[in-house]
């Protein structure tokens, strides 16, 4: 039997009910997984609200960690014993076990530890994919990066510095403000309480940065397209705060000539060769020193609930992971 969180409908986090289920054996080209670490992102809670629809009744958590403990027909790649790790879905990754196409897992490296990827992984690799594939820093480049002291942003800044990038970050508090200072921010502006445009505009003197990378949405929008410079790319990557709202696309003219993408890890690894690249990318920053993942912050499995009243209050800093 296997401890699973699943939804039966949209709302709040207390709509996520603790289940027990009978895992079974693995079909053709499954494994079955004895998971130890559960990711926790922010997409978990679009889904568990509505915000990206789902089909209910439904798990929740699109990355995971652990064994392989059983294989099915067909998987040859893999043995028992395994550590694996996934973090493109499918969804159900709240559980102490699951079943899974092998096609979805990524080996680890001798050299790694779990605690080094265990909800970690989504957001490192969408950290590799926005600043390699979506918009390549180069050394040098001014970029403006939003929520830097959240579990994707600590990541990006160590990544950003790496590359040679100055890095600008945004966060909600000063508390905040130190970790991204320590992570190495060369400016760091509290949005909370300072006009993010302003300070852009003052740390460029007047010409604003070739990129920002949004994942807060509604609430930084406006502004983020005000901090860039001429045929600028804004990198719209999630929705904290809320859907951005519909605009007519005059206003990237307006604003000098803008580029807009609106990137997903699904997009950028639906491929098995993406999928491998994306993850040995990862696993070569953290291999090399250039990028160290903090402490996830833990919640036992049936806690889900707070971890998603935590994530969503803004009170968590850095990864958060759900231990079966
Ligand atoms: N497109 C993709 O491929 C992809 C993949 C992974 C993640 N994402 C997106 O990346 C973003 C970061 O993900 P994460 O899981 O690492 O989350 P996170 O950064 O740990 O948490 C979100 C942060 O957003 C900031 N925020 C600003 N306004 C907010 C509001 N009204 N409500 C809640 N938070 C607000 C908060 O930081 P401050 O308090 O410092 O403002 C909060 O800590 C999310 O939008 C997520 O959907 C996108």
Redesign the pocket.
């Known amino acids: 039997m296997a401890t699973v969180i699943r939804i039966h409908e949209n709302g709040g986090p207390d709509v996520m009910r603790v289940e027990q289920v009978d895992v079974g054996e693995p079909g053709p080209g499954e494994v079955r997984i004895r998971q130890t670490h559960c990711g926790?992102?922010?997409?978990d809670t679009?889904h568990r609200s509505g915000l990206y629809p789902v089909a209910l009744p439904s798990g929740l958590g699109l990355e995971g960690l652990g064994v392989v403990e059983a294989r099915g027909p067909g998987v040859t790649e893999l043995e028992e014993g395994d550590r694996v790790c996934y973090a493109t879905g499918p969804i159900g990754g709240y559980a102490s076990a699951r079943l899974i196409t092998a096609e979805k897992l990524i080996r680890l490296p001798e050299d790694i530890r779990d605690d080094q990827i265990g909800g970690h992984m989504?957001?490192a690799m969408?950290v590799q994919?926005?600043l390699h594939r979506t918009y390549p820093v180069k050394k040098g480049d001014v970029v403006l990066f939003?929520?830097?002291?959240?579990?994707?942003?600590q990541i990006a800044v160590q990544w950003l510095k790496h590359l040679g990038a100055v890095v600008i970050g945004?966060?909600?508090?000063d508390e905040?403000a130190e970790v991204a200072r320590k992570l190495g921010a060369d400016h760091v502006i509290n949005?909370?309480t300072e006009n993010f445009v302003t300070r852009v505009k003052e740390i460029t003197d007047g010409k604003g940065v070739p990129v920002v990378y949004d994942?807060?949405?509604?609430?930084?929008w406006e502004g983020s397209l005000d901090c860039l410079g001429l045929r600028g790319l804004m990198v719209s990557?999630?929705?904290?705060?809320?859907n951005v709202d519909p605009f007519a696309p005059g206003i990237l003219a307006a604003k000098g000539s803008l580029f807009l993408t609106?990137?997903?890890?699904?997009s950028?690894t639906s491929t098995r060769a993406d999928l491998v690249e994306t993850a040995t990318g990862v696993f070569q920053a953290i291999g090399s020193g250039a990028v160290q993942m903090g402490q996830a912050v833990e919640y036992p499995l049936a806690d889900a609930v707070q971890a998603h009243k935590d994530?969503?209050?803004?009170k968590?800093?850095?990864?958060?992971v759900l231990k079966p």
């Open positions: 926790v992102n922010y997409i679009y989504l957001r969408t994919y926005l939003h929520a830097a002291a959240g579990g994707l942003g945004t966060v909600g508090s905040k949005y909370s994942g807060v949405g509604k609430a930084t990557f999630g929705n904290a705060s809320g609106r990137p997903t890890l699904a950028y994530l969503e209050a803004r968590i800093v850095g990864s958060t």
